[in-house]
RNA sequence: GGGGGGUUGCCCGAGUGGUCAAAGGGAGCGGGCUGUAAACCCGCCGGCUCAGCCUACAGUGGUUCAAAUCCACUACCCCCCA
């Protein structure tokens, strides 16, 4: 199947340019593409996953991926999809960050055949006026003003600074310079960046008169309208340090059903016919539906050991067999179970153990046999605690 | 540089001297129903040593018995003019 099939049978084309040109582009083996990632935040999260995987769908089908770290364009910020101007971060923020997501993308990618580069190199020494001349003569402000992105900040009265202005100039700098270094012909984001993509393809004709592409992946929003891995809790990270592999999974198992067809296909390497398969079932049966998507992508972050022990813990915790697989807290005991609640972290504060446990919220014990109704009651050896029907912790003695 | 408007709880947004932990909505949480789903119904929804106390309406300082509400200064944001 031709690439591009591939990439539209899971949901990863939003907009493509001509397409005729973008196929014959990809049908020769070793294309050379990129994404871009701006690194301002030590973690990647799943909402970074449609690019990841549109990443490893690629390079599974024979092209090559430069791997660009924005830590030129961090410093600028980027005001797309944005209410207000980001906050700038510094230097050493954007290397730290830089060095801790390389080692997550290891999992997604096979990093011997990735090209990395931070686009610091060749931004950060960019001559202002040289800049201008040789780069900013090619854009249009009115178009600039009419793109999206600032038209809606523009509207909405919230101001746009210059320096977030340029931010499409950086990029589409970025697409020119990888294209000269490194034969770059096609670049992949997510849909919220067309207007900068393009920009790049476009100084890419002027100065080179060179035909490069572009895809962009939809923005993936959950079927009740929220960002896509993003809980109440925060964003779901793929650092285990932040997310364990036991959150991830239950964050998997607990989407929508709308959603879960598209999940399988966007955020897992099952085969087409499987996805077929498993988007075929309907009502209760979507249980498994999510369980096939719980574990593929949870083992694609973590593991395949990490994932079935995540499944395994999940289990037996809803099925009233918890043992020391299901997430653990250590507490000075005795104390009393609002404070354990608190203290594990099942539970915001004691506040809301309070009111957990007025509203009959909190059960006690693997098999939730027992109701709690007093939130002074004494807690004295190791337990398992229930707020609500999702959300338990295994309390041990500190 | 000049003139005007604004900054309220997780978010949006009322409130213009006491009855304000602050209307309303959203989000979130708990219960019911169910499939560890959605929709729907009911309840909760700053913190705590919880019939009480503490912290909060950008920051600081003031006026007052009493301020989110009045005054002054500071910071940030927006608009118009230059």
């Known amino acids: 199947m031709h690439p591009l ?112 580069v931070d686009n610091a190199e060749w931004l950060c020494q960019l001559g202002y006026v040289d800049f201008l001349r040789d780069i900013g003569r090619h854009f249009s402000v009115n178009q600039m003003i009419k793109s999206e992105s600032a038209k809606q900040r523009l509207d909405r009265d919230q101001g746009l600074s210059f320096i977030e202005f340029n931010y499409h100039l950086l990029q589409s700098y970025d697409y020119l310079v990888l294209h000269d270094r490194f034969d770059v012909s096609l670049q992949v984001g997510g849909n919220d960046q067309w207007f900068n993509i393009l920009g790049g393809v476009e100084l890419v004709r002027r100065m080179r008169q060179r035909q490069v592409h572009a895809i962009t992946t939809p923005l993936v929003t959950t079927a009740d309208g929220k960002k896509m891995g993003k809980t109440e809790k925060g964003a779901v990270f793929l650092d285990p340090a932040k997310t364990s592999p036991f959150d991830m999974f239950q964050y998997w198992l607990n989407v929508h059903d709308e959603d879960v067809d598209r999940f399988l296909r966007l955020y897992t390497d099952l085969s087409l016919p499987r996805l077929d398969e498993l988007g075929a079932l309907r009502g209760a049966e979507l249980r498994d539906a999510k369980r096939v998507l719980a574990r593929e992508a949870t083992a694609l972050a973590h593991g395949a050991d990490a994932a079935r022990a995540a499944d395994d813990a999940a289990r037996k915790l809803f099925s009233g067999a918890a043992d020391d697989s ?73």
């Open 326 to 398: 299901v997430p653990t807290a250590a507490v000075a005991l005795p104390t009393t179970i609002a404070t354990a609640m608190a203290e594990s972290g099942l539970v915001k504060s004691r506040g809301e153990a309070r009111r957990v446990i007025k509203q009959g919220g909190c059960r006690l014990g693997a098999d939730r046999k027992t109701r709690v109704s007093d939130h002074e009651l004494e807690l004295t050896a190791e337990t398992v605690i229930w707020a609500g029907k999702k959300r338990a912790i295994r309390i041990v003695p500190a």
């Open 5 to 116: 099939d591939a990439l539209k049978a899971r949901g990863f084309v939003a907009q493509t340019t001509p397409e005729d040109a973008l196929r014959g582009a990809l049908s020769s083996p070793g294309l050379v593409f990129y994404i871009g990632f701006d690194p301002t935040g030590d973690s990647l999260h799943v909402g970074h996953l449609v690019q990841v995987m549109a990443m490893r769908r690629l390079q599974q089908a024979g092209c090559k991926p430069v791997l660009v770290q924005g830590g030129g364009t961090a410093m600028v910020g980027d005001p797309s999809g944005k209410s207000e101007m980001r906050q700038l971060i510094t230097p050493e923020e954007i290397a730290s960050n830089v060095a801790s997501q390389k080692a997550q993308f290891a999992r997604f990618l096979d990093l011997d055949e990735v090209t990395w």
